[in-house]
């Protein structure tokens, strides 16, 4: 993947909206990812993602990220979800960053 993205964010209540999916995409959890568009992805998140600096439209700088999913069922599919494009992550399972292990 380059440096690019489609979207950017610039603004800290965005910037703070993708640092909360991070927080909710740990390694190794199953999810279901509701996107804005509507489409609704599953799969388990094989990299924690990051939010990192892209270059948007016009070469403006800000801020996105990506998770990668895989699914056994589809193995040819790439599982990239930019993290902008997420309105909503439902856990499948128990794995969660920061949560209480017993």
Do not use: C
Request: net charge negative; charged share 25%; no cysteine.
């Amino acid at each position: 993947m380059g440096r690019r993205a489609e979207r950017i964010y610039t603004d800290p209540t965005d910037i703070a909206m993708l640092e909360k999916w991070v927080k909710e995409l740990a390694v190794n959890a199953a999810v279901r990812i509701v996107k804005h568009d509507g489409e609704v992805v599953e799969g388990m998140v094989s990299v924690t993602p990051t939010v990192q600096v892209f270059l948007g439209p016009g070469d403006q700088e800000g801020m996105n990220g990506v998770v990668r999913l895989v699914d056994s069922h589809k193995p040819d599919w790439d599982g990239l979800v930019w993290l902008g494009d997420i309105r909503d992550v439902q856990h499948l399972d128990s794995v969660r960053m920061g949560a209480s292990r017993a």
